[in-house]
């Protein structure tokens, strides 16, 4: 078998990408910033080719300011993990653009399913190994799964899901005509296994995208319009401070305690998103750095992080930050090349899942990268149409 070096450097990019475990993290760190110089140097010139280039690398330059302003508030290794962030960022966006011109799209997005089934299985086995073990409920609380913490695992799934609606044609045992069956199957597997890990937002993400996947129409078009998904990221960050009254109603409250088995404050977030809005006014234009806020002062409180996609990026970047951020989403949005119903789905459930977490890391920029560079006459009619659609576009005609 043929191994072209960008399937290689595609290879290394993507486990800089989605952390795994080791003994020592320290190790996967250094791993990330050799791999994120190396890409960058390799794919530099590719940065004069995108399109509206400078809002895409404006993000990552301004966390690269923000962590030497507060390069004496914070850790030199936090310093040093902010830089490698910026750079990965910089890196999904040249080297996606480079290797799709040079290899073409069908040919990434085999390598993503690849990439993305190998990671699938070996976190089924690490927890099958686990839940056989007895020491799964220890393993979860400390992080001690093969993508680590028991959200990347369900990016995991998710992201496996979107590459398979993207890339599986039928095998030596089904034909493609039973590609929606076996997307039901991995689907209801995946929200098993996230029930075993006890990640109730993992069990909403993959239902969403199955759901979503499943409905005729192509409502989801929507999501690659600029402004709707800027307003999209905006809207996570204000629905944040209406959790509350949205928690008051029987129907989301039945949801959250019946079926999600949570607690009516969302495991404490309605306590930690009132902290929050004193700490988002007093973030500047830079933020406090890496991961620095985070020690002075949420921690106190037994938080770790905002819980919430865009007012993580304003406390670690500050306005600056936050605005360059929506920039870059809004400008890979307007260069987007085509739409795929899966990628557009995965992007809206990051959207929404940003009310609670912090989705928004170089994962997300990884599907921004998609939506626009992917050409859809590269990659062929791969998307499972359902027979409602079909059945409704026939009469559509007739009439």
């Known amino acids: 078998m043929k191994i072209n070096k960008l399937d290689i450097m595609f290879i290394l990019l993507w486990c800089a990408l989605f952390p795994f475990y080791l003994p020592i993290m320290e190790v996967y760190y250094v791993y990330q910033f050799i791999v994120a110089i190396l890409i960058l140097l390799y794919s530099f010139l590719e940065i004069g080719k995108l399109s509206g280039r400078f809002f895409l690398i404006l993000y990552p330059i301004i966390v690269v300011i923000s962590c030497l302003i507060n390069n004496s508030t914070i850790l030199i290794t936090q310093v040093l993990r902010g830089i490698t962030y910026a750079l990965l960022m910089m890196d999904v966006f040249a080297f996606i653009h480079l290797f799709i011109r040079l290899r073409k799209s069908n040919n990434l997005i085999k390598l993503c399913y690849m990439m993305s089934k190998i990671y699938a299985f070996m976190n089924i086995v690490w927890i099958l190994v686990l839940c056989i073990s007895g020491n799964i409920s220890d393993a979860v609380n400390d992080e001690f799964l093969f993508s680590r913490g028991k959200f990347s695992t369900a990016y995991i799934f998710l992201f496996n899901l979107l590459f398979f609606c993207l890339a599986w044609r039928g095998n030596v045992f089904f034909s493609k005509k039973y590609k929606k069956q076996i997307l ?36 989801l078009k929507i999501v690659g319009n600029p402004i709707v998904l800027i307003l999209l990221i905006i809207e996570s960050m204000i629905l944040m401070l209406f959790l509350e009254v949205i928690l008051s109603n029987p129907i989301f409250q039945n949801l959250v305690v019946n079926i999600l088995h949570e607690d009516l404050t969302l495991t404490g977030r309605l306590q930690l998103y009132s902290l929050l809005p004193p700490l988002i006014m007093k973030s500047g234009f830079f933020g406090s750095g890496f991961g620095s806020y985070v020690a002075a002062k949420l921690a106190y409180h037994g938080w770790y992080n905002a819980q919430n ?16 951020f929506l920039s870059m989403v809004y400008t890979s949005a307007v260069h987007g090349r085509v739409y795929l119903k899966p990628l557009n789905a995965t992007i809206f459930i990051f959207c929404i899942v940003a009310i609670v977490e912090i989705p928004f890391g170089v994962n997300f920029v990884l599907l921004l990268s998609l939506l626009m560079n992917i050409k859809k006459e590269e990659i062929g009619d791969i998307v499972y149409t359902p027979k409602l659609v079909k059945f409704s576009l026939r009469w559509r005609k007739i009439w």
């Not at 865009?310 to 930050?321: C, D, M, N, R, S």
């Open 184 to 219: 039901v199957l991995l689907s209801l597997g995946y929200i098993c296994i996230c029930a075993v890990i006890q990640t109730a937002t993992g069990i909403i993400v993959i239902t969403l995208f199955l759901v979503l996947i499943l409905i005729p129409g192509n409502l």
């Open 309 to 324: 996609g865009l007012v993580e990026i304003i406390l670690t970047y500050g306005f600056l930050g936050a605005g360059s």
